[in-house]
Nanobody, 122 residues
Framework: QVHLVESGGGLVQPGGSLRLSCAASGTIFNINRMGWYRQAPGKQRELVATISSRGDSTNYADSVKGRFTISKDNVQRPVYLQMNSLNAEDTGVYYC???????????????WGQGTQVTVSS
């Protein structure tokens, strides 16, 4: 099972930028998609962005289109989230995830990182 660790969060002023990283280790084979969720205080966790294993297909939440960019260094790892023009609504804990399917059993699984805090405030 893949082990995920996020980094790059912190405090930033409105209009600023942050770059989050998600490092994968352990069993990194057969990862179909990776992506980012976020959870703001008092709100449910929401999907922010996803990327295919080859990095050739991406999806974004409407609220971050044109401001956030998800990317990968290679087929498996690491995954980045470049966040520009940040505003207060972007505040929350950002979680990296990876979806895997075993070629032997067909069993699907999702692994999560521990999360990294992003705070946008003046």
């Amino acid at each position: 099972q893949v082990h995920l660790v996020e980094s790059g969060g912190g405090l930033v002023q409105p209009g600023g930028s942050l770059r989050l990283s998600c490092a994968a280790s352990g069993t990194i084979f057969n990862i179909n998609r990776m992506g980012w969720y976020r959870q703001a205080p008092g709100k449910q966790r929401e999907l922010v962005a996803t990327i295919s294993s080859r990095g050739d297909s991406t999806n974004y939440a409407d609220s971050v289109k044109g401001r956030f960019t998800i990317s990968k260094d290679n087929v498996q790892r690491p995954v980045y989230l470049q966040m520009n023009s940040l505003n207060a609504e972007d505040t929350g804990v950002y979680y990296c995830y990876a979806d895997q399917r075993s070629p032997a059993t067909g069993v699907e699984s999702r692994s999560w990182g521990q999360g990294t805090q992003v705070t946008v405030s003046s």
